[in-house]
């Protein structure tokens, strides 16, 4: 019997989503940080799910809040990853009927916080009983972009200079996984100062792991200057590359952009670490690999 940690996350995915049943409808479908369906001739629809489990995202005794705020700023920093705003989120609650109920309400006054910030509306979902003790909270979010605007993982170039925006590493024994911000606002910024990337997403699993996915969806290779990484204080590259849950937007932009985006203000930093190549890619020490990590 071949097991999921045999074949590891992205073995997985590839062999379930070209099965996966699809319609007219829908213009981006698997693979990318959301799916984009037709809305109107101004908009695109985004759709994103996403979930948090004790003991994989976060600990037992973590603040209920901070859970709730990151369950469902996972998936805003998605949304984002394309370019877009986020809008309605429907949730899902696996929890063990021996929990407190102040945890469950300590989580939704996360989720609400959230919600209030980026204009979402909570429009319903789920409660279930979990068997055994633990908690679990599944979002699927929509969203909307401009039609046809939606900034894909596949769709740099060779020669693109390659971005990122913040700071990487030490997410986890910060607790910046916890209380990050979805960078919806940089995106936008972009976009309005007609600097949309080439290719876009964000950074959960670490740039280690992140970034071969996008050069591969691109059908590139890539290189990176690894003493160019913008790191948190006392991080070293290594933390930078594979700690994973930065959830800052890993961006590539063909190089005549460049220099625009050197002298634009924008509301978050933005850092150029290398580029994509026409193949080739830098061996980088892996970030977190679901299945087999």
Same mark, same amino acid.
């Given at each position: 019997m071949e097991t999921l940690s045999q074949l590891g996350e992205d073995a997985v995915l590839r062999r379930?989503?070209?099965?996966?049943?699809?319609?007219?409808?829908?213009?981006?479908g698997a693979g990318d940080d959301c799916a984009v369906a037709a809305r109107d001739a101004e908009w695109d629809t985004l759709l994103k799910t996403d979930a948090v489990v004790e003991g994989v995202h976060f600990t037992r005794?973590?603040?209920p809040e901070r859970?709730?705020?990151? *369950? $469902? %700023?996972r998936a805003v920093s998605d949304v984002a990853a394309m370019g877009g705003i986020p809008e309605h989120a429907l949730v899902t609650l696996l929890v063990h009927p021996q929990r407190a109920v102040e945890l469950v309400e300590g989580i939704y006054r996360g989720l609400e916080r959230l919600a209030a910030e980026f204009g979402i509306s909570l429009a319903g979902g789920e409660t279930t009983a979990l068997p055994h003790d633990g908690l679990a909270i599944s979002v699927a979010l929509t969203g909307r972009v401009e039609h046809g605007k939606a900034v894909l993982r596949s769709s740099g170039r060779p020669g693109d200079i390659l971005y990122v925006s913040g700071r990487?590493?030490?997410?986890?024994?910060?607790?910046?996984?916890?209380?990050?911000?979805?960078?919806?606002?940089?995106?936008? *910024? $972009? %976009?309005e100062r007609g600097l949309r990337p080439s290719a876009m997403m964000d950074l959960s699993d670490g740039l280690g792991t992140?970034?071969?996915?996008?050069?591969?969806?691109?059908?590139?290779?890539f290189a990176v200057d690894e003493s160019a990484l913008p790191l948190h204080d006392g991080c070293t590259p290594r933390q930078g590359i594979c700690d994973g849950e930065d959830y800052?937007?890993?961006m590539s932009f063909p190089p005549e952009l460049a220099e625009k985006?050197?002298?634009a203000t924008l509301p978050t930093p933005v850092t150029r670490i290398g580029e994509l190549t026409a193949q080739g890619a830098q061996n980088l020490p892996s970030g977190w690999l679901h299945f087999t990590a």
């Open positions: 379930l989503l070209p099965h996966l049943t699809t319609n007219g409808s829908l213009l981006v005794g973590t603040e859970i709730g705020r990151k *369950a $469902l %700023a990487l590493g030490g997410s986890f024994k910060s607790g910046r996984h916890l209380d990050f911000t979805p960078r919806v606002e940089l995106a936008r *910024a $972009l %976009a992140d970034l071969p996915r996008l050069a591969a969806a691109s059908r590139c290779g800052e937007l890993l985006l050197s002298a």
